[in-house]
């Protein structure tokens, strides 16, 4: 909502067109005395208009700021109640992430061995002898996954050993089988190597790479498997032995997952819970909106209605809002007792939630207030001395209306 108001709308005055009786202009125009009277004395009620008005706008922006804070609280799938932590209890065997609205459980995983990839390592050649693969096109298969892809390579009768596995190792990436190539240097003697890698672990993505034409494998030796691919085994809350192509596996559905990184002894305790630092964040943003708000009301005190700061100040009339943690100051704003809060949320997360998050809770109650505010039009705010001013200055309106042209226009300019 965009808040557009001025001092004059605030205050409805009457249309510009509205005049008196003709008796009345001619009485205040033959009485140039009269009429500089009243132009002097028209400006501090201008002045108050102005002050009014811009004690109301700041008011309902920060209500506005307020609402919008409140409704971070209330968001079903988005709100930091929703947040989630996953602790493991020896993270160098495994480590877990949860999403919101995971169920607040302990995990135990046993990882009985971790799934692997498979590596072809080559032979180490000295890059600047002439290379061993053949002069011309080598033509070579990879077979990864029941699917064989012919891959191309040309290697010049000048290139060195360096060149060759370079012109390999681009030609296999290029084909993006799902193998990578690599090129390994030795760091004493500066011989390399060609390397090709399964691009993701278990069984399934064990490969073979075979000659066609020429002698690009075997001359680099990586027809061959180093390294053989294998899956993951392990087991959840001592339930049965389990396998996975992946090291990450799921725990609930998609909302947590572990990822199994070496082979643990024992079970490994993952525990997903609530974020609660994210909670405390976020309510912690909506006090400190509150008490802008609030003190945007105090600020406006001379033209607000009092009836508008004890509706706000009686949301916080239960003690409930006190015992997790957020409390009111003696002039009406609040303080937040992060560490009360953080004991309320470990013990007692559901009933916390409600309090602040569920239907008829701190934010649904604040939310709803703003909305109130937002709703209704800006001059019923005001206090009775405020309206009183407010009917003065639709009187002088009038009267404006009615001076001669010239006159008329040099108050109206005054003011405007």
């Known amino acids: 909502m965009t808040i557009s108001i001025n001092s004059y709308n605030l205050m409805n005055p009457i249309s510009r067109t509205t005049s008196l009786s003709s008796q009345s202009s001619n009485s205040l125009g033959a009485n140039p005395s009269l009429f500089s009277k009243f132009v002097s004395r028209s400006k501090p009620y201008e002045q108050y208009i102005k002050t009014a008005a811009t004690g109301i706008i700041n008011f309902l ?4 700021d307020m609402q919008a804070s409140a409704q ?3 968001q079903k799938d988005n709100s930091s109640f929703q947040a989630r932590t996953a602790e493991s209890s020896d993270s160098k065997k495994v480590t877990a992430t949860a999403s919101a609205g995971a169920a607040s459980k302990t995990y135990e995983v046993k990882v009985n061995a971790i799934a692997t990839s498979q590596t072809n390592n080559g032979t180490f050649l000295s890059k600047a002898d002439p290379s061993v693969v053949s002069k011309g096109t080598n033509q070579f298969n990879i077979t990864i996954g029941g ?4 891959i191309s390579a040309f290697i010049s009768d000048n290139d060195t050993n360096d060149q060759a596995l370079t012109k390999l190792k681009d030609a296999v990436n290029a ?8 090129i390994v240097t030795d760091d004493k003697t500066g011989n390399k190597k060609l390397e090709l890698s399964s691009d993701k672990t278990g069984t399934d993505q064990a490969f073979e790479a075979e000659d066609i034409t020429g002698n690009a494998m075997m001359a680099t030796g990586v027809q061959n498997a180093t390294k053989l691919a294998s899956n993951a085994s392990y087991s959840v809350n001592g339930g049965a032995t389990q396998t996975s192509q992946s090291n990450t596996i799921d725990l609930e559905k998609g909302k947590a997952t572990a990822t199994l990184m070496a082979p643990s002894m024992e079970a490994v305790k993952i525990q997903i819970k609530p974020d609660e630092d994210k909670v405390i964040a976020q309510v912690k943003d909506l006090v400190l909106s509150y008490n802008t708000m609030h003190n945007r009301l105090k600020e406006a005190g001379g033209v607000m209605n009092s009836s508008v700061r004890k509706n706000i100040e009686s949301l916080f009339s239960s ?3 006190e015992r997790i943690g957020i409390h009111r100051n003696g002039d009406g704003t609040l303080k937040l007792d992060e560490e009360q809060l953080k004991k309320s949320l470990t013990s007692n997360f559901e009933q916390t939630t409600k309090a602040i998050s569920g239907n008829y809770g701190l934010a ?3 939310s709803s207030a703003a909305e109130r505010y937002n709703e209704v039009p800006a001059s019923s705010l005001l206090n009775s001395k405020a ?6 200055a639709m009187y002088q309106s009038s009267m404006q209306m009615a001076m001669p042209t010239q006159a008329s226009g040099w108050v109206l300019n ?3």
């Open 72 to 74: 971070k609280l209330m």
């Open 61 to 64: 922006k920060s209500a506005q």
């Open 147 to 150: 699917k064989t892809t012919k």
């Open 175 to 182: 084909a993006k089988t799902g193998v990578t190539a690599s």
């Open 319 to 321: 003690s409930t809002y």
């Open 414 to 416: 005054s003011l405007y």
């Open 387 to 392: 309206r009183q001013v407010q009917q003065f």
């Open 364 to 366: 649904d109650r604040l």
